[in-house]
């Protein structure tokens, strides 16, 4: 499968705690955007790479967050001292140019 | 700011029966149009990119269209597996890379 993956699928953690999701973006693809999604909800933007470079960034994307995308190659989300409000799904998708994105199945997050 | 809006929220249609959904939109200079097609507790599924007005895409029972202000998704004989929700999403001159999703239209199709 040369889609793009995302790890783990479901992650349930208590108030308080980080964690850590991982996305494979289609390997040609150099283009990389995480998306929250809410239940009812479209997704919304919280960031984008090219390459490696993040280039920007939601404004929901609070001080809390932090990705990286080490050698332009798979991304990394984290989540500090992570609240309730943060429970939702976390999606990746990439693309190549400004062609339409493609994206992984998420990642489900669940704070108790 | 992009904005869209997707209509009607829900659509329930017995097999065979064909339908619109619509997503208008404001941005600032279009820079693409986007379907994706969602099923639940999964990631969107892309299916078409539209530019310009005037422009059409079809796939399968699927033919989505592009004016100034609106798009629509017209859904042709539908089949009980066309069930899901689909998303629109617009992507602007002031945008940078981001795309932004109206909530979905949730289309049921009983057999």
Redesign the interface.
């Known amino acids: 499968d040369t889609g ?1 993956s ?1 790890d783990p699928r479901h992650k349930i953690t208590k108030r308080g705690q980080n964690v850590t999701f991982r996305c494979d973006p289609i390997s040609e693809h150099n ?1 990389l ?1 995480w ?1 929250r999604q809410t239940l ?6 919280l960031t ?1 790479f ?1 390459n490696e470079a993040q ?2 960034k ?1 404004r929901l994307l609070s001080d809390r967050f932090s990705a990286e995308r080490p050698k332009g190659s798979f991304s990394t989300l984290e989540i500090q001292r992570t609240e309730q409000g943060d429970s939702a799904m976390y ?1 990746c ?1 990439s693309s190549s140019g ?9 990642t ?1 997050l669940t704070v108790v | 700011e992009d904005q ?1 809006t997707q209509s009607p929220e829900a659509l329930r249609l017995q097999e065979g029966e064909s339908s619109s959904l619509n997503c208008s939109y404001t941005v600032s200079g279009l ?2 149009l ?1 379907w ?1 097609r969602q099923d639940p ?6 299916l ?2 539209l530019y310009s007005a005037g422009e059409e895409k079809e796939k399968e029972r699927l033919k989505a269209t592009l004016t100034k202000k609106e798009s629509f998704l017209h859904i042709t004989a539908p089949k009980p597996e066309d069930s899901a929700t689909y ?1 629109c ?1 617009v ?1 602007g001159e002031t945008s ?9 239209t949730q289309l049921t199709v009983n057999p």
């Open positions: 793009v995302q283009r955007y998306y009812g909800q479209g997704p919304e933007f984008y090219q280039l920007e939601s999606l998708a400004g062609a339409g994105a493609f994206f992984g199945q998420g489900r | 869209v820079r693409g986007f994706y507790g999964k990631g969107p599924e892309f078409f990119t998303l999403a992507r940078g890379s981001r795309l932004t999703f109206g909530e979905g």
